[in-house]
């Protein structure tokens, strides 16, 4: 498995490419906007982190679930298996779990590796939350955990979000230290071609904010999207925009969500290279999808399909299928959920590995290179 591009495996037949038909990927106009039931997790959980490995398998880590009498933090590791082709009708235990059980972490893959960084875990009170400094990286080659070769973080961090830029670099944003309520601005980078160099300090955001969405669109800018300010006081519709290429300061958005904002937003960059906002809690939980294309020079942001099942504490995804797929979470008097939707996006296909056929393998092909950079 090479380290500098993911693997699209070419050796599959397309089996999918019909039912892709059928779903209307691949006919003229856009698909409906329907969500639909994907593999339930076998393991209810919220507050979890979730990534997309170098083979296009999903992956969800850790995070907490609510148990009779208090939370129970989650150390296990569960995969969505991606075949080249379409995703498993089933989640699978992985064959490791988390060296350390943690939620309100972040999780990233970058260069063959996955890195799993921040959050808490009760310590010996089992009502104060200890916070990790610790990051622990996965290497996807060896199997094997990590946790000595990157730097811990600077300072104690949960309720943040992490991205990776078009350079390989992984950046942490905003979430909250371990000062009761403190929210922070802060932003720091971590390059793993120059460890040396550990994490380094960036331009702050122009608001702290804890549980914002981050992600890092086609053009390779990061955005910061909502969240809860300093103090729990007042939930953010303002969005702030950094372009690593140019400055690499956060400018205020013109685009602000719109009502009801949600005390957390779960963001993730669409095939179609839009920015998909679900879900959330404001006193309830939260059905409302909303997108936002960044390309636009006056970018709004627009209702879309509702999800079937109003969550919160939920990870989103987009799946080498092109795909959204939005997992687990907490929802109703049941709270911690197994429960999953996936989502057909649009957008323009074509034959993008060149091999004289439209099929599987260029949408594949396709979300390598939104989510890297570098697309048409």
Same mark, same amino acid.
């Given at each position: 498995?090479?380290?500098?591009?993911?693997?699209?495996?070419?050796?599959?037949?397309?089996?999918?490419?019909?039912?892709?038909?059928?779903?209307?990927?691949? !006919?003229?106009?856009?698909?409906?906007?329907?969500?639909?039931? @994907?593999?339930?997790?076998?393991?209810?959980?919220?507050?979890?982190?979730? *990534?997309?490995?170098?083979?296009?398998?999903?992956?969800?880590?850790? +995070?907490?679930?609510?148990?009779? @009498?208090? /939370?129970?933090?989650?150390?296990?590791?569960?995969?969505?298996?991606?075949?080249?082709?379409?995703?498993?009708?089933?989640?699978?235990?992985?064959?490791?779990?988390?060296?350390?059980?943690?939620?309100?972490?972040?999780?990233?893959? =970058?260069?063959?590796?996955?890195?799993?960084?921040?959050?808490?875990?009760?310590? !010996?009170?089992?009502?104060? !939350?200890?916070?990790?400094?610790?990051? &622990?990286?996965?290497?996807?080659?060896?199997? =094997?955990?990590?946790? =000595?070769?990157?730097?811990?973080?600077?300072?104690?961090?949960? @309720?943040?979000?992490?991205?990776?830029?078009?350079?390989?670099?992984?950046?942490?944003?905003?979430? /909250?230290?371990?000062?009761?309520?403190?929210?922070? !601005?802060?932003?720091? *980078?971590?390059?793993?071609?120059?460890?040396?160099? +550990?994490? /380094?300090?960036?331009?702050?955001?122009?608001?702290?904010?804890?549980?914002? +969405?981050?992600?890092?669109?086609?053009?390779?800018?990061?955005?910061?999207?909502?969240?809860?300010?300093?103090?729990?006081?007042?939930?953010?519709?303002?969005?702030?925009?950094?372009?690593?290429?140019?400055?690499?300061?956060?400018?205020?958005?013109?685009?602000?969500?719109?009502?009801?904002?949600? *005390?957390?937003?779960?963001? *993730?960059?669409?095939?179609?290279?839009?920015?998909?906002?679900?879900?959330?809690?404001?006193?309830?939980?939260?059905?409302?999808?909303?997108?936002?294309?960044?390309?636009?020079?006056?970018?709004?942001?627009?209702?879309?399909?509702?999800?079937?099942?109003?969550?919160?504490?939920?990870?989103?995804?987009?799946?080498?299928?092109?795909?959204?797929?939005?997992? @687990?979470?907490?929802?109703?008097?049941? /709270?911690?959920? =197994?429960?999953?939707?996936?989502?057909?996006? #649009?957008?323009?296909?074509? &034959?993008?590995? #060149?091999? +004289?056929?439209?099929?599987?393998?260029?949408?594949? &092909?396709?979300?390598?290179?939104?989510?890297?950079?570098?697309?048409?």
């Amino acid at each position: 498995m090479s380290r500098n591009h993911p693997v699209t495996s070419r050796h599959h037949p397309v089996t999918a490419f019909l039912s892709l038909v059928t779903a209307g990927l691949l !006919a003229a106009g856009a698909p409906a906007a329907t969500w639909l039931p @994907g593999p339930p997790l076998n393991a209810s959980r919220g507050m979890f982190a979730t *990534v997309v490995d170098p083979c296009g398998n999903i992956i969800v880590l850790g +995070g907490m679930r609510r148990v009779p @009498g208090g /939370q129970l933090v989650l150390s296990s590791i569960e995969m969505l298996p991606f075949d080249g082709t379409s995703y498993g009708p089933a989640w699978v235990a992985y064959p490791t779990s988390l060296p350390i059980e943690r939620f309100r972490h972040s999780a990233v893959c =970058t260069n063959g590796y996955l890195y799993v960084i921040g959050g808490v875990r009760w310590g !010996a009170d089992p009502n104060i !939350a200890e916070p990790i400094l610790q990051v &622990d990286r996965y290497d996807f080659l060896t199997q =094997t955990w990590d946790s =000595t070769s990157v730097p811990p973080i600077p300072y104690p961090n949960h @309720g943040h979000e992490s991205t990776v830029d078009n350079f390989g670099r992984i950046w942490m944003i905003g979430g /909250q230290t371990s000062d009761a309520n403190h929210v922070t !601005a802060a932003t720091v *980078v971590y390059d793993p071609a120059r460890p040396q160099l +550990g994490w /380094q300090t960036m331009p702050s955001l122009n608001t702290a904010r804890l549980f914002p +969405g981050v992600v890092t669109d086609k053009s390779g800018r990061i955005w910061a999207i909502g969240g809860l300010d300093n103090g729990y006081q007042n939930r953010l519709s303002t969005c702030e925009v950094l372009d690593p290429c140019a400055g690499a300061t956060w400018t205020m958005a013109s685009a602000t969500l719109p009502a009801p904002v949600s *005390v957390e937003v779960h963001a *993730v960059l669409g095939a179609d290279g839009r920015i998909y906002t679900s879900g959330g809690w404001v006193n309830s939980y939260l059905s409302a999808v909303q997108r936002l294309d960044p390309s636009d020079p006056s970018p709004s942001w627009t209702t879309w399909a509702s999800l079937n099942l109003p969550r919160n504490g939920h990870s989103i995804a987009l799946g080498r299928d092109g795909n959204i797929y939005v997992i @687990g979470g907490e929802a109703g008097a049941v /709270q911690s959920q =197994t429960n999953v939707e996936t989502l057909l996006t #649009e957008f323009p296909l074509a &034959d993008i590995n #060149e091999d +004289g056929e439209v099929n599987i393998l260029d949408i594949n &092909d396709f979300v390598i290179c939104v989510t890297n950079g570098g697309c048409p």
